[in-house]
């Protein structure tokens, strides 16, 4: 087999000191953190689509990613060499899972038979090099949203053919993510929104795609698919508005049309924030609802206003994802995936192990700042304690519903005026986190 990254060794744990850009200074696999290895907690994926597909292009230039492995025509010789390229990649580097869309891993045909004749042929590499390396597949997704078949969209297209399409596309989707042994399946709604209401008909586009995702439950069941599914969350881009605006959105959205049992939440970074929200809130409002399933790991920019998917290196970002999911008693089935490119200007091969080299360890980083935080307590205590008045009295009547307005009313004449509130202690809690850092 050809080397295609030969100037990188396997990349090793070298602790904090090391200098080496192709070491990692705080991923330590094996090490316990809060009862188990890290690798446990982060469970990290590649995303194919950025790291093999990639090519720098913008609006206003064309690819500059050097990848002498890539051939201009997309051809299934060419897809099976990128399978090569992809799992020295991910051995290399050291990582447990990778994601995929349908597209990423096969060209397209001329015919909806063809396309699936393609993925056919990749499939068994894939499969095989799963077997050769112990990589994993996180979670399998279709594309339905590049050709422009899904210019209205897929299951909330205007034209019911291409409903059609779109749901023959995630049958053969679910069977190869099954075939791989993936352990969930995501649905980003791709162009699944609308771009101006004069034209758009929402109860009938969002009764379709309710519809469209209890034919996927129903055939997940039928194939005996048992992994996960996901919605990922995105309020914008490329529609106006997406229909699976945030985390609440999705939960309303799900619960609306009997779809809750069957779906947990993918949530990404440089979408939380597109919605105005930030990552924690986003986290944190699935969890108290049990449906935090998975991470799209990234961050945007904050100057721009786009989905920029960088790499993220932000510790204070990484500590507060990973205390969610430390609280949330961790991820799996789901994992921490990169959803995340190389910048247009760091065009390499190398760089994409800089990239996630330094993704990695921060994300481990957060881990072990996020449980030094918890095993000192002092942050649970302070949240226990601004709470203390709901433990007993007046209070612990409330939440065991034996008091009504009429109680409440008598409880607070009698007393005249409420308890004096306490300090929230922001400012203070702050100046703690920072002592980790
Ligand atoms: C797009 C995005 C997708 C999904 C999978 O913003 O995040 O790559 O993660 O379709
Ligand atoms: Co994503």
């Not at 929200?277 to 786009?306: C, F, K």
Request: aromatic share 12%; glycine share 8%.
């Amino acid at each position: 087999m050809a080397e295609y990254f030969p100037e990188v060794p396997k990349i090793q744990y070298e602790g904090p000191k090391s200098k080496n850009p192709l070491a990692f200074k705080h991923y330590n696999p094996e090490e316990v953190v809060a009862g188990k290895p890290m690798k446990e907690h982060l469970r990290f994926a590649v995303a194919y689509w950025h790291t093999f597909r990639g090519t720098g292009q913008d609006p206003f230039g064309v690819g500059t990613m050097i990848r002498p492995w890539e051939d201009p025509q997309d051809s299934v010789a060419n897809a099976k060499r990128r399978v090569e390229v992809a799992f020295e990649f991910m051995e290399k580097l050291g990582v447990p899972y990778y994601c995929f869309h349908d597209r990423d891993v096969a060209p397209e045909g001329r015919t909806l038979r063809e396309t699936n004749a393609n993925l056919d042929a990749i499939v068994p590499v894939l499969k095989e090099h799963q077997e050769r390396t112990g990589i994993k597949l996180l979670w399998g997704t279709a594309n339905l949203f590049s050709n422009p078949r899904f210019v209205h969209g897929a299951a909330t297209s205007c034209n019911a053919d291409v409903f059609a399409y779109a749901a023959a596309q995630v049958k053969k989707a679910l069977e190869v993510t099954k075939e791989l042994g993936g352990e969930n399946y995501v649905f980003w709604g791709g162009r699944e929104g609308y771009t101006t209401l004069w034209n758009t008909d929402v109860k009938r586009e969002l009764d379709h795609l309710a519809a469209f995702l209890h034919m996927a439950v129903d055939y997940a069941q039928k194939i005996g698919f048992t992994g996960q599914f996901l919605i990922e969350p995105k309020p914008k881009e490329p529609t106006k508005h997406q229909y699976d605006f945030d985390v609440l959105n999705c939960i309303a959205f799900l619960k609306t049309y009997g779809l809750d049992k069957h779906f947990k939440l993918n949530i990404e970074t440089n979408h939380a924030t597109l919605a105005g929200h930030t990552m924690m809130h986003e986290l944190e409002l699935a969890r108290v609802h049990g449906l935090l399933g998975s991470i799209d790991a990234n961050r945007g920019d904050l100057l721009l206003g786009w989905d920029t998917d960088q790499f993220p290196t932000d510790l204070y970002l990484t500590t507060e994802v990973m205390l969610v999911v430390l609280r949330n008693g961790g991820l799996a089935p789901g994992g921490l995936n990169f959803d995340a490119k190389v910048r247009r200007e760091s065009f390499e091969p190398i760089d994409l192990f800089y990239a996630h080299i330094g993704g990695m360890d921060a994300f481990a980083r957060g881990l072990k700042i996020a449980a030094q935080i918890l095993e000192d307590g002092w942050l649970d205590e302070l949240i226990h304690e601004r709470y203390r008045s709901w433990d007993s009295g007046i209070g612990a009547r409330i939440e065991a519903g034996e008091v009504g307005f009429e109680e409440l009313e008598a409880y607070m004449l009698e007393k005249g005026e409420a308890a004096p509130n306490t300090s929230g202690r922001q400012e203070l809690i702050e100046n703690i986190i920072n002592q980790y850092l």
